[in-house]
């Protein structure tokens, strides 16, 4: 199990950039699938990208594809989502998740995990973290 702590957020108007650091605190030098979620304002929390550990490899939502980048720095043991073009519906609250992939099963298992996105998928959440995108 590792604590995972996130940084960065804040509030920023349309077409924004903002970058939010996961910062871990445990050893995730094994395979982990490592998520980020969000919650709007009324609406349910949905995934907004995951990153492999393992492979590097990284599926995006729709909705912020092209907007949104996942990164590692394995020194600093900090995972970013750096956020560009901002928009309203961007608002929300941040989390970042963590899984370990014990038996290295890849992407495809993080990627079942992540679009569940249940609590009990990933056994390691941040507090959460807000962003505030106004118009």
């Not at 920023?12 to 445990?26: E, I, K, M």
Request: with cysteine; net charge negative; glycine share 14%.
């Amino acid at each position: 199990r590792v604590q995972l702590v996130e940084f960065g957020g804040g509030s920023v108007q349309a077409g924004g950039s903002l970058t939010l650091r996961c910062v871990v605190n445990g050893d995730i030098s094994s395979s982990h699938c490592m998520a980020w979620f969000r919650q709007g304002p009324g609406k349910e929390r949905e995934g907004v990208g995951l990153f492999h550990t393992g492979s590097g490899s990284t599926i995006y939502a729709d909705s912020v594809k092209g907007r949104f980048t996942i990164s590692q720095d394995s020194a600093k043991n900090t995972l970013y989502l750096q956020m560009n073009s901002l928009t309203p519906e961007d608002t929300g609250l941040y989390y970042c998740a963590a899984e370990e992939d014990d038996y290295n099963r890849g992407s495809g298992y993080c990627y079942n995990l992540f679009v569940r996105g249940e609590d009990a998928d990933f056994g390691d959440w941040g507090q959460g973290i807000q962003v505030t995108v106004s118009s």
